[in-house]
Each structure stands twice: as C-alpha cells, then as structure tokens.
C-alpha cells in the first residue's frame, strides 16, 4: 500500500521540551516521518499500526536504530500535545 502525504499537510514533531537537546525537533530526518504518522492517524489507523510505519519511515530516512526504538516508543504508547 502507498500513502500520500497531500502537500500542505500541517502537522509537528512533538517531542517534549525537555528531550529536544537529544532528538531536535526540526532535525528534517524526522519530518517526513511525522508527517506520514500524523497522516495516518488522522485516516484513523490504529496508533500502533501508525507507529510502525513511522518506525520504517525514520529507518529509511537513516535514522539510527537506538533513536528509532525509543521514538517508536513515544508514538505508539503516548499521545504528547
């Protein structure tokens, strides 16, 4: 399955204040994959589902692996606003 992100989509990188001295949040490695992740919530996939995707989409961007686990962690188990 492909999924478009439609151009103009609004979304963020929403990682906590505090953390951003260790994953910035406008590192762009990180951007397409928020875009997709919050894409996909919002066509209501399921937030786990959603979160491995985002997972494969930061691994394919380059990503390290330790970074990619701990931020698949934060999407699929929280809901930062």
């Known amino acids: 399955m492909i999924v478009t992100v439609p151009k103009g989509t ?8 505090p953390l951003w001295w260790l994953f910035d ?9 928020a875009a997709l992740h919050d894409t996909l919530l919002l066509r209501g996939w399921p937030r786990t589902t959603a979160g491995a995707e985002f997972h494969e989409a930061l691994r394919a961007d380059g990503v390290a692996l330790w970074r990619r686990l701990v931020m698949w962690l934060a999407v699929s188990l929280f809901r930062f606003q």
Not at 10 to 17: A, E, G, K, L, M
Not at 25 to 33: F, I, Q, V
Request: charged residues 20%.
């Open 10 to 17: 609004i979304f963020d990188v929403s990682i906590p204040r």
């Open 25 to 33: 949040p406008h590192n762009p490695a990180y951007l397409k994959a």
